[in-house]
């Protein structure tokens, strides 16, 4: 089985900054992806950064200015470094991964517990 450990969220004033991380821990082969998502107060979840195995990114265009995300293949980790964070940004932040298991499973897909960020106006 996998998990996921979430980590950097916090209350922080409009325009500050937080870096949020997660880390994949299990019998993991590879990691296809890793990926932020949000969910905010009566909004939908949405997609906010997603990174492959390759290098290859993508971004909320509402953040894509502002946000950068990175990872670490070695130690199967990313960060979302949030920086000029609007009260807009105020959700749960959730990692999600696509991973192939050691053995195979056909559960691919593992979700972390969700980090609160806040931010006030």
């Known amino acids: 089985q996998v998990q996921l450990t979430e980590s950097g969220g916090g209350l922080v004033q409009a325009g500050g900054s937080l870096r949020l991380s997660c880390a994949a821990f299990?019998?993991?082969?590879?990691?296809?992806?890793m990926a932020w998502y949000r969910q905010g107060p009566g909004k939908p979840r949405e997609l906010v950064a997603k990174i492959t195995s390759d290098g290859r990114v993508n971004y909320l265009d509402s953040v894509k200015d502002r946000f950068t995300i990175s990872r670490d293949n070695a130690k199967n980790s990313m960060d979302l470094q949030m920086r000029s964070l609007k009260p807009d940004d105020t959700a749960v932040y959730y990692c999600n991964v696509e991973v192939e298991t050691i053995p195979w499973s056909n559960e691919r897909h593992y979700w972390g517990q969700g980090t609160q960020v806040t931010v006030s106006p």
């Open positions: 299990g019998s993991i082969r590879s990691i296809n992806y």
